[in-house]
């Protein structure tokens, strides 16, 4: 079953997820404001772009409003944009925390609620906000990103409690790694090892995938895969496998970025 034509702004659409979310959204007839920190260039023919800073509210704002004015209210938010810096703990340094929260946790609680106050006013909209399996335990040598996307699970699923009653609806895709810049980026840092102890490794069109889904069923939250995900909400229910489970997924993990180190 194919979608009415919606609009759609993306964040985080200079590359990645975000670019391919862009891509797909156009050849499925929606019309999309894309966004980036830069506007985001080369975009398919019809796609507007702005700048956007997603840690500004008055950005928001403005993003927002250019979107109306190209092609009405906005039906589908879809906050992609994200920042990841691997680090352990006792080495971390101020500036990274700010990133970290300013663009991973601030940057979509920001979008959610200029985008959840229009939307609640017309009754009808949806908001898709990309998280991660690190929203669902804790991962170390990545501190502060599963910090900062346990926080946008946790917004998220509240923001959906509320919003239901007003025909909005909010989702959260908690992914585990997925083939984008921020993966390649892991592969040179020991810390990150842990990202890669899965089995495949997800492909933006598998986010998409699931962003399309989420619009025809509106879930409040989606896994992927689901069998990394049980593992992950054990680990979070039981805090104490974690150390027991580290060493063992942190050499199969090692093994997997040597591989790709030699690509």
Avoid at 193 to 222: H, Q
Avoid at 226 to 255: E, H
Wanted: aromatic share 4%; proline share 6%; net charge positive.
């Amino acid at each position: 079953m194919s979608l009415e034509p919606r609009v759609f702004l993306v964040t985080g659409a200079a590359g990645g997820i975000g670019r391919r979310l862009v891509e797909r959204a156009v050849e499925a007839g929606h019309r999309v404001l894309a966004t980036d920190l830069r506007a985001p260039t080369d975009l398919p023919a019809g796609v507007q772009a702005v700048a956007l800073d997603v840690r500004d509210p008055a950005a928001w704002t403005a993003a927002l409003d250019a979107a109306e004015a190209a092609f009405g209210p906005v039906d589908v938010l879809c906050n992609v944009a994200g920042y990841l810096k691997p680090g352990w703990v006792a080495e971390l340094e101020a500036i990274e925390v700010a990133r970290h929260v300013d663009v991973n946790t601030k940057g979509v609680m920001y979008g959610t609620i200029e985008a959840a106050r229009r939307m609640k006013a017309r009754g009808q909209g949806h908001i898709i906000n990309i998280a991660s399996l690190a929203a669902l335990a804790p991962i170390p040598g990545l501190a502060l990103y599963s910090a900062s996307k346990y926080a946008v699970r946790a917004f998220s699923l509240a923001a959906a409690h509320e919003l239901a009653p007003a025909g909005v609806a909010v989702t959260v895709i908690c992914p585990d790694a997925v083939q984008t810049p921020m993966l390649d980026l892991q592969v040179h840092h020991e810390e990150a090892a842990l990202t890669f102890s899965g089995g495949r490794v997800l492909t933006p069109d598998d986010v998409c995938d699931a962003v399309f889904a989420a619009v025809k069923k509106r879930p409040r939250e989606i896994h992927l895969p689901r069998s990394r995900a049980w593992m992950a909400r054990t680990a979070d229910l039981f805090p104490g496998l974690t150390g027991r489970l580290d060493p063992l997924l942190r050499r199969a993990g090692q093994r997997k970025q040597a591989k790709r180190k030699e690509k």
